[in-house]
């Protein structure tokens, strides 16, 4: 139980990271105009030569293709189309796209049997749905609205494939692997994939001609790559560890509370009633999940990645 509850709340940690890390990463692309995979290589490859100074972790031996489809579909996948979503609409709305990982990761783990439906199930992912939908959504007097455009609906989509593969694939390294082995090996293994297309859209972008405005756009860089990437991805991962996907997933929901205040706090866009409710209802999902029930198999330590 205890260590249910440290991987929990590492899970809450790291998602509440991400969703500051959003903020981050939307006045970047969006205001400073930054490349996207100019971004994606920067932060994956310096997160990953970070850890591996600080943790110094074993080499993969061997190389195998299920640690470079986690790299490259997981961890590429899930950031290029999250960015892309978040650039083409804002980071609310690329989170709400986003967070249909859930249902998809939920789905296959009830496929799978490594958790068995119940009652507290159907409370917890109603909770963190809803709440979800209350906090990112916008509604008036014509029904329920988001701002997208087809591209942003595409791309989202897309992060929330990437999504459910990254947390599905992580987990089952995550059994047998540390949290910065599996984060170290790969970033390292999505950033070069990414370099070649991130250092030729990177030698186009022009950098801020002020100073100040040059320091911004480099701090909030390094937000990105310390908190966004390596601090929020490696206590994901480690709080996969003892926890389903699902539960993860439902943790992971923490993102948009984050997300919101910071939207309110950086960007000053303003707090609606209903957004307070969604809020309260996702962290009443995240306090019942800390009180495990009996609805879930146990992992299985043998399992090969998907």
Not at 58 to 67: F, K, M, Y
Not at 258 to 274: D, P, R, T, Y
Not at 277 to 290: D, K, P, Q
Request: some cysteine; glycine content about 12%; charged content about 10%.
């Amino acid at each position: 139980m205890q260590a249910q509850r440290a991987a929990l709340a590492a899970t809450v940690t790291g998602s509440g990271l991400w969703g500051l890390s959003g903020v981050a990463a939307q006045v970047i692309l969006q205001r400073y105009d930054f490349p996207v995979w100019g971004l994606i290589t920067i932060r994956m490859l310096c997160a990953s030569f970070l850890l591996l100074l600080i943790t110094r972790p074993d080499r993969p031996r061997p190389w195998t293709w299920s640690l470079a489809a986690l790299a490259i579909v997981g961890l590429v996948g899930s950031q290029a189309t999250y960015l892309e979503a978040l650039f083409y609409s804002n980071v609310t709305t690329a989170t709400l796209l986003q967070f249909l990982f859930l249902p998809m990761v939920a789905g296959y783990e009830l496929a799978k049997g490594t958790i068995r439906w119940s009652m507290r199930w159907g409370v917890l992912l109603t909770l963190a749905a809803v709440g979800t939908v209350l906090l990112v959504g916008t509604f008036t007097s014509l029904g329920f609205s988001i701002l997208i455009t087809p591209l942003g609906l595409v791309f989202g989509l897309g992060s929330a494939v990437g999504g459910a593969y990254y947390t599905l694939a992580a987990r089952e390294f995550a059994q047998t692997q540390s949290a910065q082995w599996v984060s170290t090996w790969g970033f390292l293994l999505g950033g070069a994939v990414t370099a070649p297309i991130g250092a030729w859209t990177l030698l186009e972008y022009h950098w801020p001609a002020t100073i100040g405005s040059g320091l911004l756009l480099a701090g909030l860089i390094l937000v990105v790559v310390i908190v966004g990437t390596l601090l929020a991805f490696t206590l994901y991962v480690y709080g996969l560890r003892n926890l389903t996907a699902t539960e993860a997933g439902i943790a992971d929901s923490f993102e948009p509370i984050v997300a919101a205040v910071a939207g309110f706090a950086i960007l000053g866009v303003a707090l609606s009633a209903l957004q307070y409710v969604g809020g309260t209802l996702i962290i009443i999902a995240v306090a019942l999940l800390g009180a495990r029930g009996r609805g879930r198999a146990e992992p299985s330590k043998g399992a090969r990645p998907p």
